[in-house]
Antibody
């Protein structure tokens, strides 16, 4: 069955960096666009970034542009999100999801907390 | 950016009743590029509907989606206990894709 498993979240100080990973299984990863979506505590959903099947096109929300970098390794069925210059407002659960239109499958998410 | 406004914010109903959730867009959503998701506490969202009226795999037929242009509706014909959750609409016809703020469906 389709499975997406995020990792790499944690507590980081403002200005710090984290790299999130998403391991995919149960489908042909290289056939699908992939997305990162985040949800601040008690809040709604925000699309952060998506990436095409071969690494392009790439989209970033204005709120993360210039600080976050999405990438993928199709040989390893993995999606990544490099997050730099983190701010308190980046605190959220980060979900990876399959697709960039309707989001068909989601991981369980990894919590990123930005606090001093 | 297209802003999606969901109403009501909270809907209190009893099992067996019919639920009607609304999603209104600030401008027309192209090609009915609208999806609905259900999210339960501590879980990831689950896709219910896409293309405004196409049910996702495994979703019971008591869920139905409709609408076009700027007005979309998710209807749950007869509420089951497991349907009480938060529901989000999402448009993906215009970049950036955006989500509504959610409707919480709670047990009355």
């Amino acid at each position: 069955q389709v499975q997406l498993v995020e990792s790499g979240g944690g507590l980081v100080k403002p200005g710090g960096s984290l790299r999130l990973s998403c391991a995919a299984s149960g489908f042909t990863f290289s056939d699908y666009y992939m997305s990162w979506i985040r949800q601040a505590p008690g809040k709604g959903l925000e699309w952060v970034s998506y990436i095409g099947t071969s690494g392009s096109p790439i989209y970033y929300a204005d709120s993360v542009k210039g600080r976050f970098t999405i990438s993928r390794d199709n040989a390893k069925n993995s999606l990544f999100l490099q997050m730099n210059s983190l701010r308190a407002e980046d605190t959220a659960i980060y979900f990876c999801a399959r697709g960039h239109w309707q989001l068909e499958c989601w991981g369980q998410g990894t919590l990123v907390t930005v606090s001093s | 950016e297209i802003v999606l406004t969901q109403s009501p914010g909270t809907l209190s109903l009893s099992p067996g009743e019919r639920a009607t959730l609304s999603c209104r867009a600030s401008q027309s959503v192209s090609s009915s590029s609208l999806a609905w998701y259900q999210q339960k506490p501590g879980q990831a969202p689950r896709l219910l509907y896409y293309g405004a009226s196409s049910r996702a795999t495994g979703i019971p037929d008591r869920f139905s989606g409709s609408g076009s242009g700027t007005d979309f509706t998710l209807t749950i014909s007869r509420l089951e206990p497991e349907d009480f959750a938060v529901y989000y609409c999402q448009q993906y016809g215009s970049s950036p894709g955006t989500f509504g703020q959610g409707t919480k469906l709670e047990i009355k």
